[in-house]
């Protein structure tokens, strides 16, 4: 595995202190989904709307799916970033984000949602905004996590492409993005995981990626990130017509999956029933 040696200044993360000589292993990917109770979640690999890139994402929710088997638990926190299209038209407010659930093999747990409080050395206002992304006179085709300083990222979540799929699918021009950055505070976040955030007030438009770390016992850094092929992009609602015609969320479906004490009342109810049954036959 390819090996990118970061020398930049040592950054402060959420486990610690970077060393300033660490060695960046090669980004494993986080897939973005429309919601973990969705057929579009983000491990049957999303519902993909621009060509065979980005998954559509309602309004409403998205997931992280963590899909590196064997993979150790990422460091606590992971990150949601929000890019935002056309600040301050589209400004979101503190509560973004408004609840987060890890869902594993062995069951679910709520998981709180903060600012980055400088983890990985990112810095935001009271919001969660980091700034405004846009090509410049040294950076013209800038990308998230670069714009983030986020070094041994995946570049592909650039202006380019940001700008053709927000053109192509919703009919956007995009002329700038704003970046935000959310905290999830898990750090039991391991492989075939799935994070699972609900959204307020989140503009179309606006694409979703993540963000996560594993530091190894011999000071290597495992990134794990999201391309642009597996980032979310928020759609709006199922059956909607895109401006290239298509509709949205043509083959996906949506469930409410009981809670456990629901599962346990509908067993009970169903054993009634059968004892009713039992008696009425004898």
Known sequence: MRKIIFLA???????????????????STLQIGAGVNSTCNGSGSGCPVYGKDVNAVTSGEFDIYQNSNGAGALSNPVLAILAVPNNPTNALGLNA???????????????????????????????????????????????????????GTDNSNNWTNLTGADSSVLGITATNFSIYAFALQTSDFSANDSLDVTMSGVPLGTFIVGYGEVPKNNGDIQVYDTPFTQSGLVTGTPGDKFTNGATNF????????????????????????GVVRWRFQK
């Open 9 to 27: 200044t040592a950054v402060l993360a959420a486990f610690g202190a970077r060393a300033a000589n660490a060695t960046i292993i090669d980004p």
């Open 97 to 151: 984000l408004t609840s987060a659930e890890l869902y594993t093999a062995s069951g679910n747990s709520v998981v709180s949602i903060s600012l980055p409080n400088e983890s990985y050395g990112i810095k935001t206002d009271s919001t969660g905004l980091v700034g405004e992304m846009s090509p410049t006179s040294t950076t013209s085709n800038p990308d998230i996590y670069g714009f983030l300083h986020l070094n």
């Open 250 to 273: 043509p083959l996906c479906t949506f469930e409410n999956v009981p809670e456990p004490p629901s599962l346990a009342l509908l067993g009970f109810g169903l054993l009634g029933l």
